[in-house]
C-alpha cells in the first residue's frame, strides 16, 4: 500500500499543550501534512505525534463543555437503552463521563488514557482504566468484567494510530450479540465544509465510510447501520456488529452513504488535489479579513479555544498581531495562551463591549453561541468564520 502526500500545513504544535506563558521555552512543533492510502482510501495525517505527548495527566478538552454535546449524549444514552437495552457497555475515551455516567443502572466500563480524566469518572463511581485501548487491555478487561453488549466510541478510534489492533481488540471485548457504536467527524462533511481544521497532530485520520468499510474487512466486524449526525461539523455514527451475528440487518442507508462518496469521488486522488488547492486559498482570504478589519482598528477577539483552531492559527500565521485574546469556558484552558500562537485565553464572561469582531474557534457550534450572544449582535458584533469559506457574519 502506498501513501501520497496532498497538503503540506506547515509546523504545528501539540493541540492540547496549553502554555502557561506566552514565551515558552522548547515548545514541540512537527511537520502537519495529509496522506491518501492508495489501497483502503484512508485519509491520515503523514507522521503521527507519539501518543504519551497529547494525551497525559494535563488533558484539557471537556467533552461536556457545550451544551450541544450534553444534550446529544444524553439523547444518544436514551437511544441505546431502547434499541439495545444493554446489560453492560465500555466506552473507549470516557473523557469527563459525559456519556458514561448515563448507565449508572448497569455495568458501566470506561477506558481513558488521560489520567486527570480517568481520576473524575473513577470519582463518579464509574470503574475506568486510565490506559490506551490496546488488544492487551481488551483481554484484561473481559477477564475481569466479560465481554460487552456495547462498546461506544466518540471522536476517539480516529485518535488510534493502529487501527487494526483496535478494531481486533473490539471485536474481542464484544459479546456475540453485541454492538460497537463510532463516532467521528465525516470526511465527506469535511471536503465539502472545507474544515481543514478537522486535521491536527490528535485526529490521526479523518474516516470515510469507505475506508471504514475496507480497514475493518479482516476484523470480523461489519457495518450495519449509519446516521450522519451534524454534531462537530457533521459527524458519522457509525454501527458495527460481528459478521456471525445475523440478528441485525445490514441497512440500506450503509449502500447509499457508500454510493453519496463515491459520487464525491471520495476514492480518488485528484479530490485530495482539489481539496489541497481551496484550502491554501481559504487561507489567503482569511489572512485578508484579518487584515483589513486590522486596518480599520478594530477589535478582534478568538471565541472557543478549540483544538481545531490551533491548525488554523499556526497554518495562518494568525497570533497577537491580529487577535487580542481567546474567551472560553473550560477552567483547564483559561489562563493559560494557545499552542503555537501563543494567544492569552481569558475566562468567558459575556463577549465586553470594545469588541468588535469575534473569530469562531468553535464554528462546530454556532447555533448554540449565536442564541448566546443576541446582545453582541445585537450591538453590531460580527463573527469571522473560516467554514465554509472565510467570512464575515
Ligand atoms: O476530537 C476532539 C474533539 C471532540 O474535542 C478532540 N481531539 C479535542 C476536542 O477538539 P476541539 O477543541 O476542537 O472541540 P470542541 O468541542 O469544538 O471545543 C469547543 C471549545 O469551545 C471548548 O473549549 C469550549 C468552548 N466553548 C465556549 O467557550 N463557549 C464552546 C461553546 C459552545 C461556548 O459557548
Same mark, same amino acid.
Given at each position: 500500500?502506498?501513501k501520497?502526500?496532498?497538503?503540506?500545513?506547515? @509546523? %504545528?504544535p501539540?493541540?492540547?499543550?496549553?502554555?502557561? !506563558?506566552?514565551?515558552?521555552?522548547?515548545?514541540?512543533?512537527?511537520?502537519?501534512?495529509?496522506?491518501?492510502?492508495?489501497e483502503?482510501?484512508?485519509?491520515?495525517?503523514?507522521n503521527?505525534?507519539?501518543?504519551?505527548?497529547?494525551?497525559?495527566?494535563?488533558?484539557a478538552?471537556?467533552? &461536556?463543555?457545550?451544551?450541544?454535546?450534553?444534550?446529544?449524549?444524553?439523547?444518544?444514552?436514551? *437511544?441505546?437503552?431502547?434499541?439495545?437495552?444493554?446489560?453492560?457497555? =465500555?466506552?473507549?475515551?470516557?473523557?469527563?463521563?459525559?456519556?458514561?455516567?448515563?448507565?449508572?443502572?448497569?455495568? /458501566?466500563?470506561? $477506558?481513558?488514557?488521560? *489520567?486527570? =480524566?480517568?481520576? =473524575?469518572t473513577?470519582?463518579?463511581?464509574?470503574?475506568?482504566?486510565?490506559?490506551f485501548?490496546t #488488544?492487551?487491555?481488551?483481554?484484561?478487561?473481559n477477564k475481569? %468484567?466479560?465481554?460487552f453488549?456495547?462498546?461506544?466510541?466518540?471522536?476517539?478510534? &480516529?485518535?488510534? %494510530?493502529?487501527? /487494526?489492533?483496535?478494531?481486533?481488540?473490539?471485536?474481542?471485548?464484544?459479546?456475540v450479540?453485541?454492538v460497537?457504536?463510532l463516532?467521528?467527524?465525516? =470526511?465527506?462533511?469535511?471536503?465539502?465544509?472545507?474544515?481543514?481544521?478537522?486535521?491536527?497532530?490528535?485526529?490521526?485520520? $479523518?474516516?470515510? +465510510?469507505?475506508?471504514?468499510?475496507?480497514?475493518?474487512?479482516?476484523?470480523?466486524?461489519?457495518? #450495519?447501520?449509519?446516521?450522519?449526525?451534524n454534531?462537530?461539523?457533521g459527524?458519522?455514527?457509525?454501527?458495527?456488529?460481528?459478521?456471525? !451475528?445475523?440478528k441485525?440487518?445490514?441497512?440500506?442507508?450503509v @449502500?447509499? %452513504?457508500?454510493?453519496?462518496?463515491?459520487?464525491?469521488?471520495?476514492?480518488?486522488?485528484?479530490?485530495?488535489?482539489?481539496?489541497?488547492?481551496? $484550502?491554501? *486559498?481559504?487561507?489567503?482570504?482569511?489572512?485578508k479579513?484579518?487584515?483589513?478589519?486590522?486596518?480599520k482598528?478594530?477589535?478582534?477577539i478568538?471565541?472557543?479555544?478549540?483544538?481545531?483552531?490551533?491548525? $488554523?492559527?499556526?497554518?495562518?500565521?494568525?497570533?497577537?498581531?491580529?487577535?487580542?485574546?481567546?474567551v472560553?469556558?473550560?477552567p483547564?484552558?483559561?489562563?493559560? #495562551?494557545?499552542?503555537?500562537?501563543?494567544?492569552?485565553?481569558?475566562e468567558? @464572561?459575556? +463577549?465586553a463591549?470594545?469588541?468588535?469582531?469575534?473569530?469562531?474557534?468553535a464554528?462546530?457550534?454556532?447555533?448554540?453561541?449565536?442564541?448566546?450572544?443576541?446582545?453582541?449582535?445585537?450591538?453590531?458584533?460580527?463573527? +469571522?468564520?473560516?467554514?465554509? #469559506?472565510?467570512?464575515?457574519?
Amino acid at each position: 500500500m502506498k501513501k501520497i502526500n496532498f497538503l503540506n500545513l506547515g @509546523k %504545528h504544535p501539540i493541540t492540547n499543550n496549553f502554555l502557561p !506563558n506566552a514565551k515558552p521555552k522548547n515548545e514541540f512543533f512537527y511537520n502537519l501534512k495529509l496522506s491518501y492510502h492508495t489501497e483502503t482510501k484512508l485519509i491520515s495525517l503523514n507522521n503521527f505525534v507519539p501518543p504519551k505527548k497529547m494525551f497525559n495527566n494535563r488533558y484539557a478538552h471537556r467533552a &461536556s463543555a457545550s451544551m450541544t454535546m450534553r444534550q446529544a449524549y444524553a439523547d444518544l444514552a436514551k *437511544k441505546i437503552k431502547k434499541k439495545f437495552n444493554p446489560r453492560s457497555i =465500555l466506552e473507549i475515551g470516557s473523557n469527563d463521563g459525559v456519556f458514561i455516567k448515563h448507565f449508572s443502572d448497569v455495568q /458501566n466500563i470506561g $477506558v481513558e488514557p488521560c *489520567k486527570n =480524566l480517568a481520576d =473524575l469518572t473513577t470519582k463518579m463511581k464509574i470503574k475506568t482504566y486510565d490506559k490506551f485501548w490496546t #488488544f492487551q487491555l481488551s483481554k484484561k478487561i473481559n477477564k475481569k %468484567h466479560g465481554k460487552f453488549d456495547v462498546i461506544y466510541s466518540a471522536n476517539t478510534i &480516529s485518535h488510534i %494510530h493502529k487501527l /487494526n489492533e483496535t478494531f481486533k481488540a473490539i471485536e474481542n471485548s464484544l459479546n456475540v450479540e453485541g454492538v460497537f457504536i463510532l463516532e467521528d467527524p465525516s =470526511l465527506l462533511k469535511s471536503l465539502q465544509k472545507l474544515s481543514y481544521d478537522q486535521f491536527y497532530d490528535e485526529h490521526a485520520y $479523518v474516516f470515510s +465510510i469507505t475506508a471504514l468499510k475496507n480497514i475493518t474487512k479482516k476484523s470480523g466486524l461489519e457495518i #450495519f447501520n449509519i446516521e450522519a449526525l451534524n454534531t462537530h461539523g457533521g459527524s458519522n455514527r457509525v454501527y458495527f456488529k460481528k459478521i456471525i !451475528n445475523k440478528k441485525f440487518k445490514i441497512s440500506n442507508n450503509v @449502500k447509499r %452513504h457508500l454510493l453519496t462518496e463515491k459520487k464525491y469521488g471520495i476514492h480518488k486522488f485528484k479530490t485530495y488535489q482539489i481539496f489541497a488547492k481551496k $484550502v491554501n *486559498k481559504s487561507k489567503e482570504s482569511l489572512i485578508k479579513i484579518f487584515q483589513s478589519i486590522k486596518k480599520k482598528k478594530k477589535k478582534i477577539i478568538g471565541y472557543g479555544a478549540t483544538y481545531k483552531s490551533s491548525t $488554523v492559527l499556526n497554518f495562518c500565521k494568525i497570533s497577537k498581531n491580529y487577535i487580542n485574546y481567546f474567551v472560553d469556558t473550560t477552567p483547564t484552558k483559561t489562563g493559560k #495562551f494557545t499552542p503555537g500562537s501563543h494567544i492569552p485565553i481569558k475566562e468567558y @464572561k459575556g +463577549i465586553a463591549d470594545d469588541v468588535d469582531y469575534a473569530f469562531l474557534g468553535a464554528w462546530n457550534f454556532k447555533d448554540e453561541i449565536f442564541k448566546k450572544e443576541k446582545k453582541f449582535i445585537k450591538r453590531g458584533g460580527k463573527f +469571522i468564520t473560516h467554514v465554509p #469559506f472565510p467570512k464575515i457574519i
